[in-house]
């Protein structure tokens, strides 16, 4: 299982994400408390939908054909966004 730790310039609030490569992608993010923020991906792997350790979702994100976010509502301040499910940071993600 691959961890990436994130530096402050990049995702604030978390410290790692979780990236196991025996299932080919992204899991989630957790902050150093801990606490989860689980990725829902599309059919090409992009994060449409970010849940919380209770399984409510927190926020989710919609896409155009190329790549460009078409519509965002509630905490999908994340830079695995658009295919981000294999890895693929957004360079503006809020």
Same mark, same amino acid.
Do not use: C, W
């Given at each position: 299982?691959?961890?990436?730790?994130?530096?402050?310039?990049?995702?604030?609030?978390?410290?790692?994400?979780?990236?196991?490569?025996?299932?080919?992608?992204?899991?989630?993010?957790?902050?150093?408390?801990?606490?989860?923020?689980?990725?829902? +991906?599309?059919?090409? #792997?992009? %994060?449409?939908?970010? *849940? !919380?350790?209770?399984?409510?979702?927190?926020?989710?994100?919609?896409?155009?054909?190329?790549?460009?976010?078409?519509?965002?509502?509630?905490?999908?301040?994340?830079? +695995?966004?658009?295919? #981000?499910? %294999?890895?693929?940071? *957004? !360079?503006?993600?809020?």
């Amino acid at each position: 299982m691959l961890l990436i730790f994130l530096s402050a310039g990049i995702s604030p609030a978390f410290g790692k994400v979780v990236f196991p490569q025996e299932i080919g992608g992204l899991l989630y993010e957790a902050n150093l408390a801990n606490q989860a923020k689980t990725y829902n +991906f599309d059919q090409v #792997g992009s %994060a449409i939908a970010r *849940t !919380d350790d209770a399984g409510k979702v927190i926020g989710h994100s919609s896409y155009s054909a190329y790549g460009l976010t078409t519509f965002t509502e509630g905490d999908m301040a994340t830079p +695995f966004r658009y295919n #981000g499910q %294999a890895g693929v940071i *957004t !360079d503006r993600f809020v």
